[in-house]
T-cell receptor, first 113, second 115 residues
Framework: KNQVEQSPQSLIILEGKNCTLQ??????????LRWYKQDTGRGPVSLTI?????NTKSNGRYTATLDADTKQSSLHITASQLSDSASYIC????????????FGPGTSLSVIP | EPEVTQTPSHQVTQMGQEVILRCVPI?????FYWYRQILGQKVEFLVS????????KSEIFDDQFSVERPDGSNFTLKIRSTKLEDSAMYFC?????????????FGAGTRLSVL
């Protein structure tokens, strides 16, 4: 069964600190993996998208990694800001079902002063 | 920056009534999607739409649901005979052609409350 799991479920960090969020998936065959940021009550906003051949992709303070062999991805946030407080969602597309995306449950990040 | 807009932001309805959720995708996009997120749960795919027809739908998208692109700008989700468990945030998304199809832009969502 195609599944996406994320850890930790929630995380609290001090402003200015770094953190890493994890995503494991069993989706096969794999097409691409995306990280989204979702503020409370808002729609998800795309941060990065990675295909099978990409290992690392950065977007400002966000850096995503992908290990297609172990089916793991991580999202690293550097120098966290209060505005980074949100849910971070890992989303995986299957090649055989291109439009049927599988969302992870998200990691709720709280950045405190 | 172009964005996906959804109306209304909050819809309250009585159980058994029909609702229509409206979306205006980004103007040059070709692919359209509906998702829902029940409070406290993860986002779930409902349906994708391309070239005036459904291209993919999930198990959730049964006969109670329908989508339509009535004109060149709107994309609607109709829910017939609403049930309490239909209460959720409904997100519309759109994407462009080619490689950009992977990048879906989401609207702010419509919160549906079924009483």
């Amino acid at each position: 069964k195609n599944q996406v799991e994320q850890s930790p479920q929630s995380l609290i960090i001090l402003e200015g600190k770094n953190c890493t969020l994890q995503c494991n998936y069993t989706v096969s065959p794999f097409s691409n993996l995306r990280w989204y940021k979702q503020d409370t009550g808002r729609g998800p906003v795309s941060l990065t998208i990675m295909t099978f051949s990409e290992n690392t992709k950065s977007n400002g303070r966000y850096t995503a990694t992908l290990d297609a062999d172990t089916k793991q991805s991580s999202l690293h946030i550097t120098a966290s800001q209060l505005s980074d407080s949100a849910s971070y969602i890992c989303v995986v597309n299957s090649k055989t079902s291109y439009d049927k995306v599988i969302f992870g449950p998200g990691t709720s990040l709280s950045v405190i002063p | 920056e172009p964005e996906v807009t959804q109306t209304p932001s909050h819809q309250v309805t009585q159980m058994g009534q029909e609702v229509i959720l409206r979306c205006v995708p980004i103007s040059n996009h070709l692919y359209f999607y509906w998702y829902r997120q029940i409070l406290g749960q993860k986002v779930e795919f409902l349906v994708s739409f391309y070239n005036n027809e459904i291209s993919e739908k999930s198990e959730i998208f049964d006969d109670q649901f329908s989508v339509e692109r009535p004109d060149g700008s709107n994309f609607t989700l109709k829910i017939r005979s609403t049930k309490l468990e239909d209460s959720a945030m409904y997100f519309c998304a759109s994407s462009d052609r080619g490689l950009a199809k992977n990048i879906q832009y989401f609207g702010a969502g419509t919160r549906l409350s079924v009483l």
